[in-house]
């Protein structure tokens, strides 16, 4: 569809914000000239170079849905539903899913987060994040030169213990309803009887055989130097046995016995730290949910270790002091969304780390005075240095996403990750899985810039049990009469927070549909480095130069890929982001 139209908010059309800002000109996007219609209401659409058409239709489920960034594993969450199973179980069925059929991300080797939103109202929040091993020490990364190594993204020494199948379990235990058996067999039976290989699952690690040629599982991964063939059967025997275990014996499975021996065997080998000790004293943290709201909508988020639900809230909560709302694509729009993305990564960098090790000031962070104390550090005219932002509160001193609903109303949001595509590229032989290199999410020399150009303060440095801290901001968002509205959560790092927020803002905001508010383009702002990055295509170059004029670095840059379920009527859209692969589905 070369064009399409979506209402706006009506205080919007008529609002003259953009034309004053530093002499923008007034965004026209696509050429298109803001129709002022009875009520206020405003035309818009994409820019004509944005890759993604608006319009889309988001696959419908009218009882339960399942989006995930695996169609196989959103075919076992839906295969999961349709037993019977409640949102939790088919949750718990997706990681393990995952963990078969998406080892890129989704892997027992890593850890993550779960936001719930139970049918009776009762929410929950589960941190089953990776902790440091006890023989870690603050500068483990830094070698002679003063400067930090890549150990802390590649190799033994990168990985934290693993918290997902503890995590997965704790979930299940807890707000589950099947048997472990019940939940795990679709996993299972992937890995036993193997999935056929497609050009998603081959590309993967095509582009990532460098890493995976290092270690162990190039013979499973990289048979005979290639990558598997389009449309071999890709077995995993020695994954199903060891999730089999876990199927018999528990959490017990993995952390101890033969599993726990493979990974501490495999650590000694490579001069990794992570021991069997490490592996058994390990357990998830059940965690008091952040709950706000956005312009009279609820909002559920996760809270630290975790870092994705406090930046959130805290953005959320400056963007809310505006009353009106600038018209979507505008400089102004993007102007007060970085200045807010901005102020709140600056607190996040500085103070955010384990809540276990460091006292966080969350309430103040959260809170909608604090918001009106940023927004007047904000000109409407100029972008803040971010050299010139302080956190005005201190105390004492490669990733996938997926959510689940089910027809009673039940909503999991969860998060999971082993940092970089394939973690530390390090094999577990004879368990059959990659551990994670979530080490480098930790401030390895607090100051200096980690993977994603994130600089971190001391909150956040190395110490032993310490969880690192993380971006990952499952969110459920629900409507101003507190039913659940939308699921929303990602990969990428910072750039989840800042994919996640425009998804919510487009939706609250602009009205837009679930595929437009998931496809329209997006920008990040993430304090340092000082730059706001923008989609190419996604944002007219008059945008780009009135953005400049105000002083802004700006140049093209990546964004988080989501995925989502959004409230429809009579039931549930889901959705992955165009930007990468996945399968939304239900029944
Ligand atoms: O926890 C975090 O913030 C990172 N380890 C997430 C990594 C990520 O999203 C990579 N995705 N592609």
Known sequence: MAFHTRLMLGTIATMPATLAIAGAAAVVLSGQQPTARPGNVELTTFPAEWTYRPGGEAPFAGHGMVASNCALATEAGVEILKAGGTAVDAAVTVGFALAVAYPEAGNIGGGGYAVLRMADGRTAALDYRET????????????????????????????????????????????????????????????????????????????????????????????????????TRFVQADLAATLDRIADAGASGFYAGPVAAAMATEMTRGGGVVTTADLAVYKPAWRTPLVSSYRGHGLIAMPPS?????????????????????????????????????????DRNETLADPDFV??????????????????????????????????????????????????????????????????????PGAGFFLNNEMDDFAVQPGTPNQ???????????????????????????????????????????????????????????????????????????????????EKGGVPSTVVDALAAMGYVTKPG???????????????????????????AGY
Do not use: C
């Open 452 to 534: 994603f150009g994130l600089v971190q303060g001391e909150s956040n440095a190395i110490t032993p049990g310490k969880r690192m801290l993380s971006a990952m901001a499952p969110t459920i968002v629900l409507d101003p009469k507190g039913s659940v509205l939308m699921l929303v959560g990602g990969r990428g790092g910072p750039r989840i927070i800042t994919a996640v927020i425009q998804a919510i803002v487009n939706v609250i905001d602009h009205r837009m549909s679930l595929a437009d508010a998931v496809g329209a383009p997006r920008v990040h702002h993430q304090a340092l480095p000082d730059v706001l990055e923008y």
């Open 132 to 231: 440091a091993p006890a023989a870690a020490s603050r500068n483990m990364f830094i070698g002679a030169d003063g400067k930090p190594t890549d150990a802390s993204l590649v190799g033994h020494r990168a990985s934290g213990v693993p918290g997902s199948v503890a995590g997965l379990l704790a979930l299940l235990e807890k707000h589950g309803t099947l048997t472990r058996r019940q939940v795990m067999a679709p996993a299972i039976r992937l890995a036993r009887e193997g999935f056929a290989v497609d050009g998603i699952f081959r590309t993967s690690i095509e582009q990532n055989a460098a890493l995976i040629k290092r270690f162990a599982g190039s013979a499973l991964f990289l048979p005979g130097g290639r990558p598997p063939e389009i449309g």
């Open 306 to 346: 975790s870092s994705g639900g406090i930046t959130l809230i805290e953005t959320l909560n400056i963007l809310e002091t505006w009353s009106e709302v600038a018209p979507w694509g505008s400089a102004a729009a993007l102007h007060r969304l970085s200045s807010a993305f901005q102020r709140a990564f600056v």
């Open 359 to 428: 006292k966080l000031p969350i309430g103040r962070l959260a809170s909608k005075a604090y918001a009106r104390e940023l927004r007047r550090t904000i000109d409407d005219a100029r972008a803040t240095p971010t050299k010139a932002l302080r956190p005005l509160t201190r105390e004492g001193h490669e990733t996938t996403n997926y959510a689940v609903v089910d027809r009673w109303g039940n909503a999991v949001a969860m998060t999971t990750t082993i940092n970089s595509l394939y973690g530390s590229g390090v094999w577990v």
């Open 558 to 584: 990546g964004t988080g890929s989501l995925t989502a379920i959004m409230r429809a009527k009579d039931g549930w859209q889901g959705l992955f982001d165009p930007r990468k692969h996945g399968l939304a």
